[in-house]
């Protein structure tokens, strides 16, 4: 079964404790990235990795750090510095291509800070 | 910012009539876009994208419409069923300067999309 998992699917926190999200998949796709989605809203980029050890930040980073060590996981720690970390996060992976860039979700974590 | 938006952020349709889901985008740079389907608790699904270089690009049962000129997207999904019900999403990527891709895809906020049989 080829495809992108996500674990845990529910996670709770309580304040102060750093949290991680795991993310793999085994599409051997190049790129890996993490949203945030929060309740009514859309998609926002937290942080993506176009190849191993290698990523940059996207628009909302601030209290969150990633690792790229190998190609098929991107796990997404959610530190203490994030003052607002319930949300929904959700994975993605594609390899981007001269002109066609779909990128595959995962089926997402929901975190809850107690 | 450069920003993807929805017009509309509900739509009620009874089972069986067209859906027609709008997308305003203001970069103009953007040549590629995606449309999602989003189940609730359930990460997006692709369902068709388009380049900048066409405007009309048809699925089984959808057809995604670019206007350039006003910089709008839609989605048409023909004969819409109860399975259709979610929240839908357009996304942007614009191509970098070599032709291949940031990575980046820019997400409208959403139309929720609820379908009564």
């Known amino acids: 079964d080829g495809g992108i998992t996500q674990s845990p699917k529910y996670l709770f926190r309580k304040e102060g404790q750093n949290v991680t999200l795991s993310c793999e998949q085994n599409?051997?796709?190049?790129?890996m990235y993490w949203y945030r989605q929060d309740p009514g809203q859309g998609l926002r980029l937290i942080y993506y990795?176009?190849?191993?050890?290698?990523?940059q930040k996207g628009d909302i980073a601030e209290g969150y750090s990633v690792s790229r060590e190998k190609k098929e996981s991107f796990p997404l720690t959610v530190t203490s510095a994030q003052k607002n970390p319930t949300a929904f996060y959700l994975c993605?992976?594609?390899?981007?291509?001269?002109?066609?860039?779909?990128?595959?979700f995962g089926p997402g974590t929901r975190l809850t800070v107690l | 910012g450069e920003s993807v938006g929805l017009h509309l952020p509900t739509l009620s349709v009874q089972e069986g009539d067209n859906s027609i889901i709008n997308c305003a985008y203001s970069n103009s740079a953007s040549d590629y876009f995606i449309w999602y389907k989003q189940e609730s608790g359930k990460g997006p699904q692709f369902i068709i994208d388009i380049r900048s270089n066409m405007d009309k690009r048809q699925g089984q049962r959808v057809t995604v419409l670019l206007n350039k000129t006003v910089k709008h997207l839609s989605l048409q999904i023909a004969a819409t069923q109860p399975g259709d019900s979610a929240v839908y999403f357009c996304a942007e990527n614009t191509l970098n300067a070599g032709g291949t891709s940031y990575g980046k895809l820019t997400f409208g906020q959403g139309t929720i999309l609820t379908v009564h049989p």
């Open positions: 990795s176009q190849i191993v050890n290698d990523f």
């Open positions: 599409l051997n796709h190049d790129a």
């Open positions: 993605a992976s594609n390899t981007p291509r001269t002109s066609t860039d779909t990128q595959y």
